[in-house]
């Protein structure tokens, strides 16, 4: 059976999809954080940041994700590094609005971390398919996953690990367990759909 050629994304078809990767990111930050967790990657260290920090997590998450555009540049080229910066920009704008546009009054942990961190791995993903990041950790594994096949969700799992094992520091051993739990959530959306082959667009 002749596999069908693989068909470039429209323009249109980008914008949606980092837009749409920039809102999943956002709602999934806005559930971790109404429970009192973090996660993995540079949007844990965020959350973290932004319970000691009176900064929206969105705001914070651009901030720590500066330095990464470099090495997104050097490893990523010229347009994974673009698409990235704007969707650090719309996750900063968007996280913004959402801190005066959605009030959380409860929210259980066992769900916020799955659901929490669920759509912030699908939000991930979307941004992948269209050569983009979430930034932070995000570009060093996609990098990895590139140049050196390492699959993306696991090399995520590994420093994740470190972010949270650190995170303790701060917050109790309960939170940091729902934590552990969001961070893979994420990682799971990776490894499950972000695989070499499985994808015929670009």
Known sequence: MTRPPSLPHSAIEDA????????????????LHAAGLVTGGIAGVALLLSYAVP??????????????????????????TLRTALVGIGVAGLGTVTRYGLSIAY???AFAALAGGSVIGFGALALARH??????????????????????????????????????????????????????AISGILIAWHRPGRYTGY
């Not at 950790?137 to 650190?166: E, H, K, S």
């Open 131 to 184: 050569h983009a990041g979430i930034g932070g950790t995000g570009v060093v594994t996609l990098w990895l996953q590139q140049r050196r096949g390492w699959n993306a969700g696991r090399t995520q799992i590994a420093i994740d690990a470190v972010i949270l094992l650190v995170s303790l520091v701060a917050l109790p051993v309960e939170r940091v367990a729902w934590s552990a739990l969001s961070a893979a």
């Open 107 to 109: 929210i259980d942990p």
């Open 55 to 80: 900064l929206p997590s969105g705001v914070l998450f651009t901030l720590l994700n500066l330095p990464f555009f470099w090495l997104a540049w050097r490893a990523m080229g010229r347009r994974f």
């Open 16 to 31: 949606y999809a980092l837009a749409l990767g920039c809102i999943l990111v956002v709602l999934g930050l806005a559930l």
